[in-house]
């Protein structure tokens, strides 16, 4: 089923968790805040950055996200995740904003924003009318890291404003990789395993910002 809603809290010491399998969850306004726990249990659950009326709205989500299932992201407005999310399923981003705004500096960690980077076999796919935003350093793993998630930027846009962001293998179909001013350092990409390119593809940085390529 479907449920729109503007905060879904759970109460200080409470345990209270969602158990999805599938269907929409969106909010009803630029306020949606969603702070419980949640687990996708199978399928391919959707978050909607938009309301019922198909009106952009903006999301929130500070709980975990667990699980074997897949996550979509569809609607105009921004996802923001900011817990380190444990789930292994693929994570398709279809249209509007995803920030991945968690991070630790921790080798080949097993958790992060977008879910686990360990996983072999998922994927990370970004739209062309998409774009997956990296807000904090360390989001898939430290320095010496190689994160096995596959990112697919089929005609969108991952972007890094200046924090350091260690990817493993990166497909680009008409994608572009950006990497600009926001934070105080000058960090910017770091790809430890094979870049490959097809279309118009773009790799770009500005403002004293890096893009560090071991395996094209």
Not at 98 to 117: F, K, M
Not at 178 to 202: E, P, R
Request: aromatic share 4%; glycine share 14%.
């Amino acid at each position: 089923g479907n449920l729109w809603a503007t905060t879904i809290n759970r109460k200080a010491n409470g345990t209270l968790a969602l158990n999805l399998s599938g269907g929409i969850l969106g909010t009803r306004d630029n306020t949606g805040t969603w702070s419980v726990n949640m687990a996708l249990t199978s399928g391919t659950t959707t978050f909607t950055a938009e309301d019922s009326a198909s009106v952009a709205r903006n999301i929130t989500m500070s709980g975990v996200l667990s699980g074997a299932g897949a996550l979509a992201k569809t609607g105009g407005g921004t996802l923001t995740l900011s817990a380190l999310n444990t789930f292994t399923g693929d994570l398709a981003i279809e249209n509007g904003n995803v920030v991945a705004n968690s991070g630790s500096d921790v080798l080949n960690r097993a958790t992060g924003p977008i879910g686990n980077p360990q996983t072999a076999g998922r994927k990370v796919t970004v739209g062309a009318n998409a774009t997956l935003a990296f807000t904090a350093h360390d989001a898939l793993g430290n320095a010496q890291s190689t994160p096995l998630i596959h990112l697919e930027v089929i005609g969108g846009t991952i972007t890094t404003d200046g924090h350091l962001v260690v990817v493993g293998p990166v497909t680009l179909n008409n994608g572009n990789v950006t990497a600009t001013a926001g934070f105080t350092t000058s960090y910017g990409w770091q790809f430890n395993d094979v870049v490959s390119a097809s279309g118009t593809s773009t790799m770009s940085a500005t403002d004293g910002r890096n893009l560090y390529l071991s395996n094209v």
